[in-house]
């Protein structure tokens, strides 16, 4: 089974500032996707960034990039000139290339600090 | 283009009781997923379902039961509830066109099911 883990159950950051939440993940599938989500007080999940596994180049979405490193299983976010309205809950995603069944990590909650 | 929309947003129900829970997808759709969120067990996959069947299904009791009809939209039914089954559900839609396009699973706002 999969198993997706984010080790930073806090994260405060500077308004403005660069900061990098991350996940490890564990799967023997060489085929996926990884997703980053952002969940506001609002409790609606947005999506963030996604990232297929066949592609080496990092996905980038404005602010929001990834550092995808596949043999390492690591799948960080970083956001760039943090915004109060960044200040969330952001759980990292892995999902099968088959069937739409997301494995979700425990969530990281950032606050930004006007 | 209309979100997912879940109903209701608010519930309240006594222990034994049952529930349903709907949720519309974006329209075009096809795949519609359930998740239970609490505090203590995070986020977890209850079923998902595609063109009226269930296609893959978690770690659930039988208690917890969904469908899908020919519209894509989707119901869920928790029977005899426990206090643990408190939880906010969020349902989930996407494309799924068996191509990296469409795999994104787009959210609701979620139903907050408070059990008593």
């Known amino acids: 089974a999969q198993t997706v883990t984010q080790s930073q159950p806090e994260m405060s950051v500077q308004e403005a500032e660069t900061v990098t939440l991350s996940c490890t993940y564990d799967?023997?599938?060489?085929?996926?996707?990884l997703f980053w989500y952002k969940q506001p007080p609002s409790r609606q999940m947005i999506l963030v960034i996604r990232q297929e596994a066949y592609k080496q180049q990092n996905a980038t979405e404005n602010r929001f990039s990834v550092n995808f490193q596949k043999a390492a299983k690591s799948f960080s976010l970083k956001i760039s000139d943090s915004q109060l309205g960044d200040a969330a809950m952001y759980f990292c995603?892995?999902?099968?290339?088959?069937?739409?069944?997301?494995?979700f990590g425990g969530g990281t909650r950032l606050m930004v600090k006007p | 283009k209309a979100g997912v929309t879940q109903t209701p947003r608010y519930l309240i129900k006594t222990r034994g009781q049952q529930v349903t829970l709907s949720c519309s997808p974006i329209?075009?759709?096809?795949?519609v997923s359930w998740y239970q969120q609490t505090p203590g067990q995070g986020l977890q996959f209850l079923f998902e379902y595609f063109s009226e069947t269930q296609r893959n299904k978690g770690n659930f009791p039988g208690r917890f039961s969904g469908r899908q009809f020919s519209n894509s939209r989707s119901e869920m039914n928790v029977s005899t509830l426990e206090l643990g089954d408190s939880a906010l559900y969020l349902c989930?839609?996407?494309?799924?066109?068996?191509?990296?396009?469409?795999?994104?699973?787009?959210f609701g706002q979620g139903t907050r099911l408070t059990v008593v």
């Open positions: 989930a839609s996407s494309l799924e066109t068996g191509l990296p396009i469409g795999v994104e699973a787009f």
């Open positions: 995603a892995y999902r099968r290339n088959a069937g739409n069944m997301l494995t």
């Open positions: 329209s075009g759709h096809r795949s």
């Open positions: 799967t023997s599938e060489s085929d996926y996707y």
